[in-house]
């Protein structure tokens, strides 16, 4: 446990084949833990080996997105990938997933990802808190709905077991969800982007998006409907004062 926010040693898992995103994703998290650039050391998987890898070095995990993997996919790290969160699960080491790292934690301990780009979400959208998540305690001082940023074309139709529905979106049931017995959360929706630097990703991964935005008229809507979202702006640094700090 840090003993205080400057000890914090985050580590952030990346699968990212784009050096320009992979570095963007990085700033983000900086951005919204409000770490210091050097406590924030990154793993791209799609580039790295996480045999080696010593969670015991780190205070929390956070597992980002992954604009050119599918949550779905069986790529050769994958596997490792899901031990390592079942490991950090089972240590109960503070783990915070954004969007595929959402689906990724899910996947990881016996959830349903599918891959369904007819119900993408894509640009600043509706996110409606649950009875548990009124009360969760990260969630607590948020109003009953709020905007947050999202893009994906996966989703977690079954939550694992021993899992809590914090959050649904108008399609979306499992919009943000905790583990029970450990201090592990998810969000489908960008935890980590505010509606700049959600522009610049959907700018970035728009070849990625075109069952979700076909057209240019529904591509330029969805740049048009991002918006800030006051709310998100401090999940993950709230989340490092309940969890890792004060804990």
């Not at 934690?105 to 369904?116: E, M, N, S």
């Not at 993408?120 to 969630?139: N, P, Q």
């Not at 450990?182 to 070849?207: K, N, V, W």
């Amino acid at each position: 446990m840090a003993k205080s926010f400057s000890d914090i040693r985050a580590l952030l898992i990346q699968a990212r084949n784009t050096p320009d995103m992979e570095a963007q994703e990085q700033d983000c998290f900086v951005e919204r833990t409000r770490l210091d650039s050097s406590q924030l050391f990154s793993l791209n998987i799609a580039q790295s080996d996480l045999a080696e890898l010593d969670l015991d070095q780190y205070d929390v995990l956070f597992i980002g997105g992954a604009g050119e993997y599918s949550a779905t996919g069986e790529y050769p790290w994958m596997s490792h990938l899901l031990e390592l969160v079942q490991t950090a699960y089972e240590n109960k080491l503070p783990t915070f997933g954004s969007c595929w790292g959402h689906q990724v934690i899910a996947r990881a301990l016996g959830g349903t990802v599918i891959h369904d780009p007819a119900l993408s979400e894509m640009g600043c959208l509706l996110v409606i808190l649950t009875e548990a998540g009124k009360i969760d305690r990260l969630f607590t001082d948020f109003p009953a709905s709020f905007r947050a940023n999202m893009g994906h074309h996966d989703r977690v139709t079954e939550l694992p077991d021993g899992a809590v529905q914090l959050a649904v979106s108008e399609t979306q049931p499992n919009e943000a969800f905790r583990m029970q017995d450990a201090p592990m959360y998810g969000t489908q929706f960008h935890s980590e982007l505010d509606a700049h630097r959600e522009r610049e990703r959907l700018i970035r991964y728009r070849p990625l998006y075109k069952a979700a935005m076909p057209s240019e008229e529904v591509y330029q809507n969805v740049i048009a409907s991002l918006a800030e979202t006051t709310e998100v702006d401090h999940l993950m640094h709230d989340f490092l004062l309940k969890f890792v700090v004060s804990e």
